[in-house]
């Protein structure tokens, strides 16, 4: 069971969408409050700088770093009439200083890096995505394959699609009708008239149009008809959603709930350890193994481990297990933290082709919903896969995590001897070219206790070569591998030496800033914001089936029920029919296993639950033979046999009769020559539905 989750925390500023199955989390999305949502803005920006080098210009479109346009985003129709037509051009026969320009914002900052801007301007619907300036682009989605595919073609070329664009079916396209598309294209149309004429009213730079906030994105981007619910923790963004899904979807309206219990949202569903997780560097796999990410500033490197994996018959069948656990985990795990960029998975060894082919299968699957752009190539003979997945937005770490101010990032420190060592060599490299008459040198704690007792003899021996006064001050505020030297004078000059040791003490500054002092930070509103349409999305109508076709199927239907209710009971009244099997003995006879030679019954006579098996005669004569004493006594009384009247009693198929006859006793001789036509003889009646079949001497 699919579920949309939106967790609108109101006192902690964020609001959260968890697209989860079960209680399993595959996709999560957070927006703050004090963060600006740039990814799908629109605005006017104006060009300051053309870099020829990097054949791009850097834009100023707001507050913030400028962005990077590369001449490969810029739209034709910036371009010179005398230039459209080439195609080797420079950016600075293209653009000029101060042109304004409508841009898109495709990726935002990220490190030192500005913001990725584009002239080809795309706005997004629930079905389509329109392309306002881009006619050559557009299509279905490379998801949608077969006979859907083509039924789209055939509306695509039906729709009324102005001259100089071009639209992209989407995925939740598929299965709507032409009139449904064409209410969609003609929202997206509305949207970017508004958007055009805003531009032509505004200067440089200014914001246009803004993307809907992350509640409505989810919406529009995720809900689908096999979202079973849609469950909000918050009454106006539950409000806001509802009237919007009415508009769009009103056959899905039903499904969006308000969540009103005490226990919060995301701990009902099991999700807030799901979020911490994806914040670790391992994860643990179902079998006992374990995947180790870790990111790099070139790329993101995945290290599968077996480590407790020990299921499967031999090693190479636990690496392929742990291998596929992995390839599945990753898939999960990359679209949580929402990494992009370059990856190099390390899998296990595995010797064999087959093995490594299941695996790069079952991780091309893992992918087949995931909106992001992936790519990927084979498995190397050192048991690497390279691939690259499209960055949507910002990593979730980036949000949630900071660099380690100790470490600086690097992951790993220095130890106290390695370290101590190498403040000793900055001090005699840097005593042996200034020589300065005092050296202060103001270290961790546990770094000076090893520099003073350890290596006291190397103190003095600075000391005395180079003619200097050397302090070692422990400054507990300060930890490895942070240290500060000062050096004052020359030598054979006087230093200042009238301060003690201990008030050389330098206490950290303050990092942070009073709240008074911090300047607000004003957001710049959009002009345009989100529309919402004015008129309810079409919905196909289905035919009501006429009073014949009703009728037919209910007369089926209870025609079918009948037959199953007559098989059930036929089930547990009779056993299923054998078919003849072939005798060991005497291979050119076939018998009817246990039962006997029978005939399948009759559909129409009544079923009736097997008697006792029948009992050889041989069997008797040879029990008799055993016991001839207790025989005789038996013998001598009167043997009367009581038979159904309406049935008769049913032989079993006879074998060959052997020469040797068997050997009975005198007292039922007599007996057994009435019956020395046939061979078995049963105890008690058969079933009526079984025919006689006997075999005359």
């Given amino acids: 069971m699919e579920r949309i989750l939106i967790n609108n925390d109101k006192i902690k500023e964020q609001i959260r969408v968890a697209h989860i199955e079960g209680n399993d989390l595959y996709d999560l999305e957070v927006e703050y409050a004090e963060k600006e949502q740039k990814i799908g803005s629109i605005c006017n920006a104006e060009i300051i700088s053309i870099e020829p080098s990097l054949e791009a210009a850097f834009v100023k479109f707001g507050s913030g770093r400028n962005g990077f346009l590369p001449l490969k985003e810029i739209a034709v129709e910036y371009f010179p009439e005398k230039f459209r037509n080439q195609r080797n051009i420079s950016i600075k026969d293209v653009l000029f200083e101060g042109q304004k320009i409508l841009v898109q914002i495709n990726k935002e900052e990220r490190g030192t890096k500005g913001a990725a801007l584009s002239t080809y301007i795309s706005l997004a619907g629930c079905y389509l995505v329109l392309m306002p300036n881009n006619p050559k682009a557009g299509g279905i989605s490379r998801r949608i394959e077969g006979d859907e ?7 695509l070329d039906n729709l009324k699609i102005p001259e100089g664009m071009g639209i992209i079916i989407r995925t939740a396209g598929v299965g709507k009708s032409l009139e449904e598309l064409q209410w969609d294209l003609d929202v997206l149309l509305n949207l970017w008239e508004a958007v055009r004429q805003a531009s032509k009213n505004h200067g440089a730079p200014f914001l246009i149009h803004q993307e809907s906030d992350i509640a409505i ?5 995720h809900l689908r008809p096999d979202i079973e619910e849609i469950i909000i923790d ?8 509802h009237n919007y899904i009415e508009k769009v979807k009103p056959n899905l309206a039903e499904r969006v709930t308000l969540y009103q219990d005490a226990v919060p949202l995301f701990s009902r569903f099991q999700i807030e350890r799901q979020i911490d997780s994806a914040l670790q560097r391992k994860v643990k796999l179902p079998s006992g193994g374990e995947i180790v990410i870790d990111r790099t500033e070139a790329l993101t490197t995945i290290d599968v481990n077996s480590a407790q994996a020990t299921k499967g018959g031999d090693i190479e069948e636990t690496a392929l297990n742990t291998n596929i656990e992995a390839a599945k985990e990753i898939a999960k795990q990359l679209r949580i933290r929402d990494l992009g960029g370059l990856f190099v998975i390390d899998f296990i060894d595995m010797e064999t082709d087959s093995g490594r082919s299941k695996v790069e299968d079952c991780l091309r699957d893992a992918f087949k919903n995931d909106r992001a752009r992936v790519q990927m190539i084979r498995i190397s003979r050192f048991g690497l896969l390279e691939m ?8 979730l770490n980036e949000a949630h995590q900071i660099i380690c101010p100790r470490c600086h990032g690097q992951g790993s420190i220095r130890n106290v001897k390695s370290h101590a060592l190498t403040i000793l060599n900055v001090i005699e490299e840097k005593a042996l070219k200034e020589k300065p008459a005092q050296i202060h ?4 704690v546990n770094v000076a206790t090893y520099m003073l007792n350890e290596q006291r003899s190397a103190l003095e021996k600075i000391e005395t070569l180079y003619k200097t006064n050397l302090f070692i001050i422990p400054n507990p505020y300060i930890d490895t591998p942070e240290y500060h030297i000062r050096y004052i004078g020359t030598s054979g000059g ?3 030496t009238s301060a003690a040791s201990f008030e050389l003490l330098t206490a950290p500054k303050i990092a942070f800033e009073p709240e008074t002092q911090k300047e607000t930070v004003v957001k710049a509103e959009p002009f345009i914001k989100h529309i919402v349409p004015t008129k309810q999305a079409p919905t196909k109508k289905r035919k009501k089936p006429s009073s014949l076709i009703t009728f037919l199927k209910q007369l089926f239907s209870q025609k079918k029920e009948t037959e199953k209710h007559t098989n059930n009971t036929r089930r547990t009244t009779s056993r299923p029919y054998k078919r003849p099997q072939q005798n060991r003995r005497n291979p050119n006879t076939r018998t009817g296993g246990a039962q006997g030679n029978f005939r399948k019954p009759s559909s129409r006579t ?5 008697r006792k098996r029948p009992v050889r005669q041989q069997n008797i004569d040879a029990k008799e033979e055993r016991n001839p004493i207790k025989n005789q006594i038996v013998s001598q009384q009167p043997k009367t046999t009581t038979r159904p009247t309406e049935t008769k009693p049913i032989p079993q198929k006879t074998e060959a009769v052997t020469p040797q006859k068997p050997v009975v006793s005198p007292a039922v001789q007599k007996e057994d020559k009435k019956v020395v036509t046939k061979k078995y003889q049963f105890q008690e009646a058969a079933p009526e539905n079984y025919e006689m079949v ?3 001497k």
């Fill in 149 to 155: 595919r083509g039924e789209l073609r055939n509306i």
């Fill in 217 to 221: 994105r989810a919406i529009r981007d």
């Fill in 234 to 241: 918050d009454p106006l963004t539950f409000e806001k959603v």
């Fill in 388 to 395: 690259s997945r499209q960055r949507l937005r910002s990593a």
């Fill in 441 to 444: 040198a103001q270290v961790p």
């Fill in 494 to 496: 006087k230093g200042n």
């Fill in 606 to 610: 009544p079923n009736r639950p097997l």
């Fill in 694 to 696: 006997e075999t005359k």
